[in-house]
């Protein structure tokens, strides 16, 4: 079994950053890929970045690209994505889910077997 925990979120203005993290624990292994995925109101959850724990293989979604960056603590199970320059429409709440498989980083939802609970976060103008 597997748990991921997020934090980080919060209400932040138009063009401030925010770091969200997630702790992994149980079996967790370092050929795992985490990763995270966002829910706006009224939209379908979608694909923002991820990472393997063990390794530098990235993928990250052309919306955010250049402004949020994921990162990896591989010896906390911890995966982390650095927000910067936040707009309007990052506001959402972000799932952090891992990939058990091992195999390239994906980037769909039913890749990913297991799911935080969710962490808002709220840009305003």
């Known amino acids: 079994q597997v748990q991921l925990v997020e934090s980080g979120g919060g209400l932040v203005q138009a063009g401030d950053s925010l770091r969200l993290s997630c702790e992994g624990s149980g079996r967790i292994f370092p050929s795992c890929v985490m990763g995270w995925f966002r829910q706006a109101p009224g939209k379908e959850r979608e694909f923002v970045a991820a990472?393997?724990?063990?390794?530098?293989?990235?993928a990250i979604a052309d919306s955010v690209k250049g402004r949020f960056t994921i990162s990896r603590d591989n010896a906390k199970s911890t995966v982390y994505l650095q927000m910067n320059s936040l707009k309007l429409e990052d506001t959402a709440v972000y799932y952090c889910a891992v990939d058990v498989t091992f195999g390239p980083v994906r980037v769909g939802e039913k890749e990913y077997d297991y799911w935080g609970q969710g962490t808002q976060v709220t840009v305003s103008s």
């Open positions: 990472i393997r724990l063990s390794g530098s293989n990235t």
